[in-house]
């Protein structure tokens, strides 16, 4: 596992990247920042957490 920070519309959420082979497979978003975020945004987690997942695997895969 690496950590790293994703950028989304709602703010910024640390992750953790599960990585095999050189391929990320999964990506964690910290709960307990998803919570703040949504609450700071009056949105859902689960809006942020699948935001943050979907980017991270997005931005993770094209840089490599």
Avoid: H
Wanted: charged fraction near 30%; aromatic fraction near 4%; hydrophobic fraction near 40%.
């Amino acid at each position: 596992w690496k950590m790293r920070d994703v950028e989304t519309r709602y703010g910024m959420v640390p992750v953790k990247l599960k990585i095999v082979n050189g391929s990320t497979i999964q990506a964690a978003p910290e709960f307990n920042d998803c919570v703040r975020v949504a609450e700071e945004n009056n949105v859902t987690v689960l809006q942020v957490m699948k935001e943050t997942e979907a980017l991270a695997l997005a931005d993770d895969r094209k840089v490599g």
